[in-house]
């Protein structure tokens, strides 16, 4: 019974250790992700994502693989996104299995005649990622605007009371 405790506790110890090793390179992930976005270059952004990764915009357009990703935000950059920045964080990781984790981050998009960001361009991202041949990328990235209640959820919150 002593030899299972100590067994199971090791396991758990290296597992923790795994989880916070790849809590960190998430977080790096994130920060290239930020990065690329902020030097304005698609191909960086796209290489945070796997090959065949979704991307589900504030909006609720989708595009599928790496180079969808990194050629639809080049576009973006060439035009209307051109010199804006990422400002952003994650907030949560959850590990599914050592290779796979979900996790969600924070972020608001400065355009480039602007001091700060406003508060209404806020969003919160869901990602899942997966880690390939030693390496995390993003498999699938959903982003929602953060906003207060709508009229009609106000209206319908009153009535429920």
């Given amino acids: 019974m002593n030899t299972n405790m100590n067994t199971n506790m ?24 930020r990065l690329a976005w902020n030097q304005g ?42 010199g804006s920045t990422l400002e952003g964080e994650i907030k949560k990781v959850h590990f599914l299995t050592p290779d796979m984790a979900v996790f969600h981050g924070l972020g608001v998009v400065k355009l480039r005649w602007q001091k700060s960001a406003p508060k209404k361009r806020d969003s919160i991202n869901t990602n899942v990622a997966v880690k390939q041949n030693g390496e995390w990328k993003i498999a699938a990235f959903q982003n929602s605007r953060i906003s207060g209640p709508g009229l009609m959820q106000k209206l319908f919150m009153k009535l429920s009371k």
């Fill in 41 to 82: 270059d698609g191909k960086a952004y796209g290489a945070c994502f796997t090959e065949d990764a979704d991307y589900v915009t504030f909006q609720g357009s989708i595009c599928r693989g790496r180079a969808a990703i990194a050629d639809t935000h080049q576009e973006l950059w060439n035009s209307v996104l051109r």
């Fill in 10 to 33: 090791n396991m758990n110890m290296n597992m923790n250790m795994n989880q916070t090793q790849g809590v960190r390179e998430i977080e790096q992930l994130f920060e290239k992700l």
